[in-house]
């Protein structure tokens, strides 16, 4: 079976770091993907790991561990803008397969 | 512009009224795929399709079929809606290789 873990919610204080985590147990494995998604709007692609480590992106950054079977998502310089939900995605046998997303609120 | 696009973006219908969701994208991807998003349950994946005339379930396939007679088309078809299929649809593309997908912009779905 696939099965995608990530926290629910989280809230964190603008120009904080935050830690966003997710597990997963999938047939087969292409790559994971971290999206955003704010209210009412379609998932932004934000990464992809495919090989274990760390990818920095701007003040996102995103880390696999394979043989773990999980990853993170790291905002730095949290801003208010970045509020929305962070969706884990991984590519196994079929075409992704997402988590339900963790709703970050940002406040001040 | 690379894009994923979908008609309408919002319909409010009657159980039973067969409808269509169209989705077309302009950049020459295999694979396609709809999904579902309600509160609580996250995206869940319709059908996908990985080319031409090439269809097959994802985990929540009931009371939908699709079709993929050309490579940037991919409707979504509800042959007799019920209110449990209100919900925010997306339609997204990607191409050979794992990378990015991209999604449409959504369509909010309600059925009285």
């Known amino acids: 079976g696939q099965n995608i873990d990530q926290p629910t919610e989280m809230t964190a ?8 985590n997710c597990t997963y147990q999938t ?44 990853s993170y998502l790291l905002l730095k310089e949290l801003q208010m803008k970045d509020s929305a939900s962070y ?4 590519a196994g046998n079929t075409p992704l397969v997402f988590g339900k997303g963790t709703r970050l609120s940002v406040i001040a | 512009e690379a894009q994923v696009t979908q008609n309408p973006r919002y319909l409010i219908t009657v159980t039973g009224k067969k409808l269509t969701v169209t989705c077309s994208q302009n950049m020459n991807h295999e694979y396609m795929s709809w999904y579902r998003q309600d509160p609580g349950l996250g995206l869940r994946q319709i059908y996908y399709s990985m080319n031409v005339e090439v269809t097959d379930k994802g985990d929540v396939p009931e009371g939908y079929k699709v ?5 940037r088309n991919f409707p979504l ?27 449409g912009p959504g369509t909010r779905l309600t059925v009285l």
């Open chain 1, 87 to 90: 969706l884990c995605a991984v």
């Open chain 1, 27 to 70: 047939s087969g494995f292409n790559g994971l993907f971290w999206y955003q998604q704010h209210a009412g709007e379609a998932p932004t692609f934000l990464s992809y790991n495919v090989l274990d480590g760390l990818e920095e992106k701007g003040r996102f950054s995103s880390f696999l561990s394979r043989s773990k079977g999980y």
């Open chain 2, 67 to 71: 079709s993929r007679k050309e490579k």
């Open chain 2, 77 to 103: 078809i509800l042959e007799s809606p019920s209110p449990n299929q209100t919900s925010l649809y997306f339609c997204a593309s990607h191409g050979t290789g794992w990378n990015e997908q991209f999604f």
């Open chain 1, 13 to 20: 204080t603008e120009g904080a770091i935050v830690q966003i």
